[in-house]
């Protein structure tokens, strides 16, 4: 355990240094501060008016609900996008010739090795992440006075979803060692994949008639990883407060992360440098 | 008790497909003794850096086994007894010479006081104190090899494998790292070196080991495999004169004659006492009698040459 959190935590610096890690703050810092001043200039007392005393409080716990939402939402789809940019290369990186000997040389075991590779990453994203959604709902939640601690849930959901994508990074990284086929598998999955099976899952008896399509359709929903919902629907309702109502794309997703997560580390432990 | 014991380890490198195979290491067997340097040599390719990854877990053989310090090579923990200096190492650019040391540090287990001072006191053996804050991206070649070798004392191991440790390294800062070596011999520490420097080799080395295409073709310690046999170095402190020399031509394999010394080569060493025995005879006074050597290097390239013929035969 000692070795994977070293190896996180080396990681992080190494996000530090490349920049990226900057980067994302930075682009966060400049979402934050765009937020500030709106928020500086709307007038909650002018928003409230004209509705009635009684009914005013929901209206403003909904206001900023889904304000939060609104300005969080396309922000996710950002952060994702650049996390994985920003993260592909971390195993690669890794396996470099002269780099993987000595960490190999050292009393580490190759799963200690990945795994610690796989949560540095992780830790980059969440770090980044947290710093966006808590500064936007400490924004928010000062303007109208209304504290939905709800909205925090959507960092363990984004940084959950990344996970997913990043574990198949890793496969891929492990596999080929290099970051370009796994930030473009990740890439079809969340911008193309996910949105097209999600899309066809819920209207497939409108377009689709024969039962094999239908089955391959409803065999790559499952296996792939369902960015969409997660980000969409799941976000929103836990945001909301409404609680998770469909478990299922948590749990498939969760499932293939393990998946991906097994097989690179097998992968990993065969493997000559 | 071994430092390094390898039986019949075999090692077939496969390309992707499998439409291409290279025979690394070939049924090879080795034992290096405890508290020694040990040079292995060889030419490009012929599988002295795959010995040693093997031995560190990070390529597998196909077949044969191999133990570190009496324990397998597969338990990785036992690596915390152990150094390493690859050949063309590469560290994060980011991390600085003092930043390295304390990352391999921790991943050894260390930490604290006792890293920090560790640390500190590798920055100033191999004369990098100064730069210690420095990114190691700014650093020459030279000095990435000595903060390698630092790297490789970190974790102040029992067994130290080398990959070519002068590798770029300037003479005053090689004649550094032959010292540092020798102390390191000195206080038991046993040290295993990949050279293609023969005559550092020569310098500093316990036992030497020849691989060539896989297979170690000989193994002794220096003077061993550098001794010619059956030839000797005779000198006198008397004159030679033309008599004598031609009757020693018309009985006796005469190499070379030169300054008042003959090189020889003899039967057996009775035939070398009747040698002696023969100049005494004449009233010559002899000097010494010292065995023939060559060179590492010329018994190297001879060595490679007959097994290179033999092989394509």
């Known amino acids: 355990m000692k070795n994977i959190l070293i190896l996180s935590w080396f990681t992080l610096k190494e996000a530090l240094e490349r920049k990226v890690f900057i980067f994302f703050m930075i682009i966060s810092a400049i979402v934050i501060l765009g937020l500030v001043i709106i928020a500086s200039l709307i007038s909650t007392d002018s928003l409230v008016q004209g509705v009635s005393v009684t009914t005013q409080k929901n209206f403003v716990m909904n206001v900023a609900t889904t304000l939060q939402f609104i300005i969080i939402s396309p922000l996710s789809s950002l952060c994702l996008l650049l996390a994985i940019f920003s993260s592909a290369s971390f195993v690669p990186n890794m396996l470099e010739k002269g780099n993987i000997d000595l960490l190999l040389s050292k009393p580490v075991s190759r799963s200690q090795l990945l795994w610690g590779k796989y949560f540095g990453g992780i830790l980059v994203v969440l770090i980044n992440i947290a710093f966006l959604i808590v500064g936007v709902w400490l924004i928010i939640s000062l303007k109208f006075s209304y504290w939905n601690f709800n909205i925090l849930t959507v960092i363990i959901i984004i940084t959950f979803t990344f996970a997913v994508l990043y574990a198949m990074i890793v496969f891929f990284g492990v596999l080929t060692q290099s970051s370009i086929l796994g930030m473009m598998v990740a890439y079809l999955i969340f911008l193309v994949l996910s949105p097209l099976l999600h899309f066809f899952k819920n209207n497939m008896d409108s377009f689709i008639h024969s039962s094999f399509v239908k089955g391959i359709i409803s065999f790559l929903y499952y296996v792939v990883p369902k960015t969409t919902e997660l980000l969409g629907d799941l976000t929103k309702s836990l945001a909301s407060g409404k609680g998770i109502n469909d478990y299922q794309p948590v749990w498939t997703s969760a499932l293939f992360l393990l998946l991906m997560m097994y097989l690179s580390t097998l992968a990993f432990r065969k493997k000559d440098f | ?313």
């Open chain 2, 1 to 313: 008790m071994y430092a390094v014991e390898v039986q019949s380890l075999t090692k077939i490198y496969t390309s992707s497909f499998g439409k291409k195979k290279v025979q690394a290491l070939t049924d090879l067997n080795l034992n290096v003794p405890p508290g020694i340097i040990y040079g292995l040599l060889g030419p490009n390719g012929a599988g002295k850096t795959t010995l040693i990854k093997i031995l560190l877990g990070i390529v597998f053989p196909v077949y044969g086994t191999a133990k570190i310090l009496n324990e397998d090579i597969s338990n990785y923990k036992i690596k915390n007894k152990l150094g390493f200096l690859p050949e063309n190492h590469k560290y994060p650019p980011y991390l600085t010479g003092e930043s390295v040391l304390k990352y391999f540090g921790r991943l050894n287990g260390m930490s604290g006081k006792a890293l920090d001072n560790k640390t500190d006191e590798l920055l100033s053996l191999v004369k990098l104190i100064k730069w210690k804050k420095n990114k190691v991206k700014t650093y020459s070649k030279g000095m990435m090899q000595r903060l390698g070798l630092a790297q490789a004392l970190i974790n102040d191991p029992e067994l130290i494998f080398l990959d070519e440790p002068t590798d770029g390294v300037d003479p005053i800062g090689r004649k550094e790292i032959r010292d540092i070596l020798i102390d390191l011999k000195n206080s038991s520490k046993t040290i295993f070196l990949n050279s293609h420097l023969l005559s550092e080799v020569e310098l500093i080395t316990d036992r030497v080991g020849i691989l060539n295409k896989g297979k170690l073709i000989r193994e002794g310690t220096v003077q061993e495999l550098t001794e010619k046999k059956e030839e000797f170095i005779i000198s006198f402190s008397s004159e030679l004169n033309e008599e004598i020399l031609n009757e020693f031509k018309s009985k006796y394999n005469l190499v070379r004659a030169s300054n008042g010394s003959l090189n020889v080569k003899v039967a057996d060493l009775n035939e070398l006492n009747n040698l002696i025995d023969l100049f005494r005879n004449r009233g010559l006074l002899l000097r010494e009698v010292m065995p023939q050597k060559s060179s590492l290097e010329e018994m190297f390239i001879s060595l490679i040459t007959e097994s290179d013929k033999q092989n394509s035969q």
